[in-house]
């Protein structure tokens, strides 16, 4: 092909009322409440999504342009709020790549490109991609964007200068589809009387901060007449009457979605609390007795901003369990299987993790390669399961933890359970068996329910597939850790470990108590008065009071018969 495009199709601009302004400051929409939080405790992480807000802007693109030497960005805040149709639809073709498609002379990617640039009035985009001629592959030849239904009009924000408006046809108000303006004057009165003429053009966002710069720089390249519509074509590096080739086509190369707002937070005191900002979380970690305050600032994309100030009361917490967790085998049928108890009132934040291939690293040379967990309520209700903690819809989150798993094989949930009794269920992808670890942290911050026990149920084999259950106490507590086998006959267990025996080591691996009959222990007395003595006197207790720490308990076999399923249990008293 020549100087001569193939025309596909046709949106044009044919030669009310503002409903809102553009460049108008964020504003604070749900104040952040003073709060109190343990020193030492999991970063109390809060979004700041319906903290700040924009009211000329619920969401933002940024694109990327190229120009004769260089690539141009510039971004579009949507206004969303005032026209949720017309944005809705062009974020339905950004989100679903409409704007891109694979060449199919070329069969790599090929970008939309602005294919309409009249001075002093409006460069237009979104109704062509650049692709290459089959019959001559040194040439242009563009390619219609395969386009959704038409929207309603929604005109009433004025066609000012900056401002992205949709294109439709010239007597049709209700027919725009992809095609986008951006208004390089005020075009809402005469004499192109934008806000009116043909129903009005609906105005949807505009460009922000100095994005106009590229904008211009698009409208200041020379144009050609290839006829309608390209009949004002712009085009970088090109010579007429060369043959135009996609290279001269100011191509869209990228369109993202950003957020229309950044965020920043200071602290007036960090030896108390830090704040820092991950993504759209403001993440506040105490550190020591003290009040903090905290300062949240929130800068859309023209630069005006607000802020919020609010306090931060850090104490010392009261004695909990910060995190439980059971390594065990993991087999086809006889799968690891964790419970835990949320006590107290309100709701609390747990991360549940499992570990297989992160085992390796620390000697573990059968680890489950695929493990994949579930989290169940108490009446077998299935109400989160992950496989790969990267997939999750939570994933920054989970990463801000800082106990996100190593290996992107292992799942992880991040969630907000009520007071209840849940199950974590740790399989293996395609039935795969191995050694798993299986955790559940609490992430909460400050006040608030606790987690009231840890029972996990698993095969209990020899040598380092023993059952191996982990506690972390953040101060003085007391605990009754039991181990059941027998017992588990009454629940329809065949395979269970006939004898099992009970150790405590603590982080240095030191013993702290061990047992194999739990009415040979000389605590015997406050075990039984604690409520959870073991049903069958075959099977192991511990009563021992743990100062803050890490502290594991290992589960393994005794007699004839030393391999089994059995269930361990960790009770704070």
């Known amino acids: 092909m020549t100087r001569n495009l193939m025309l596909a199709l046709s949106f044009c601009l044919a030669i009310g009322t503002t409903a809102s302004a553009q460049n108008v400051a964020p504003i604070v929409a749900a104040p952040i409440a003073a709060f109190t939080e343990y020193a030492g405790a999991p970063a109390r992480s809060i ?37 949720p149709n017309t944005v809705a ?8 790549g409409r704007y891109f498609m694979t060449d199919p002379t070329t069969h790599t990617l090929a970008s939309s490109f602005v294919h309409r640039s ?12 650049g692709t290459v001629d089959p019959a001559n592959p040194n040439n242009a030849r563009p390619t219609a964007v395969t386009t959704f239904p038409a929207i309603q009009n ?68 020379p144009t050609y007449n290839l006829g309608s519509p390209f009949d004002s074509l712009p085009l970088r590096n090109y010579t007429s009457p060369n043959p135009i080739k996609v290279p001269n086509l100011v191509s869209i190369s990228a369109i993202t979605v950003i957020s229309p707002l950044t965020f920043t937070a200071i602290s007036d005191n960090e030896a108390v609390a830090t704040a820092t900002i991950s993504g759209k979380s403001l993440l506040v970690t105490g550190l020591q007795p003290g009040t903090a305050h905290i ?33 065990a085998q993991v087999g086809t049928s006889d799968v690891l299987i964790g419970g835990f108890i949320v006590s107290g009132s309100g709701s609390k934040r747990i991360l549940i993790r499992s570990l ?22 108490q009446d077998g209700t299935l109400l989160f399961s992950n496989d790969n903690w990267t997939t999750a819809p939570n994933k920054q989150e989970i990463s801000d933890t800082g106990r996100a798993p190593s290996s992107s094989q292992e799942p992880a949930i991040l969630t907000t359970l009520a007071p209840g009794k849940y199950t974590a269920i740790v399989r293996g992808v395609g039935n795969t068996t191995g050694v798993a670890l299986v955790e559940i942290y609490d992430q909460d911050s400050g006040p608030g329910p606790l987690l009231a026990n840890l029972s996990t149920r698993a095969d209990v084999a020899t040598g380092p597939n023993v059952m191996i259950g982990g506690v972390i106490v953040t101060s003085n507590k007391t605990f009754v850790v039991r181990a059941l086998g027998p017992t588990l006959t009454k629940f329809g267990l065949a395979n269970v470990l006939p004898d099992p025996a009970l150790e405590l080591r603590n982080a240095q691996g030191a013993l702290v108590d061990s047992n194999d009959n739990w009415q040979t222990s000389p605590q015997k007395t406050q075990i039984h008065a604690s409520g959870v003595a073991p049903p069958n006197p075959a099977e192991p207790a511990v009563y021992v009071s743990l100062p803050a720490g890490n502290f594991t308990a290992i589960v393994h076999g005794v007699g004839a018969t030393p391999t089994g399923t059995a269930l361990v249990e960790v009770y704070p008293q």
């Open 118 to 129: 009249v001075s002093g009035f409006v460069v237009q985009g979104g109704g062509f991609i």
């Open 89 to 96: 639809n062009f974020l339905n073709y950004v989100n679903s």
């Open 295 to 327: 300062t949240a600032k929130a800068t859309d994309l023209d630069g005006a901003f607000v802020s919020q100030t609010f306090n931060v009361m850090v104490t010392t917490g009261p004695a909990r369990l910060a995190n439980i967790s059971t390594r």
């Open 154 to 221: 929604e005109p009433g924000i004025s066609n000012k200068l900056g401002t992205i408006a949709m294109a439709k046809l010239a007597d049709n108000p209700n027919s725009a589809t992809s095609q986008w303006f951006i208004n390089l004057a005020n075009n809402g009165g005469p004499p192109a009387d934008l806000d009116t003429q043909n129903g009005g053009f609906t105005v949807f966002g505009h460009v922000t901060g100095n994005g106009m710069t590229t904008v211009n720089a698009i409208a200041a390249l």
């Open 356 to 377: 297989g291939p992160s085992l390796i690293s620390l000697g573990v040379t059968n680890a489950l390669l695929n493990p994949t967990l579930e989290l169940h309520a």
């Open 47 to 83: 979004d700041l999504t319906p903290v700040f807000s924009d009211p000329d802007a619920s969401t933002a693109v940024q694109l990327s342009v190229l120009l004769p030497s260089s690539t141009g960005i510039f971004n579009i805040a949507l206004d969303g709020q005032h026209k």
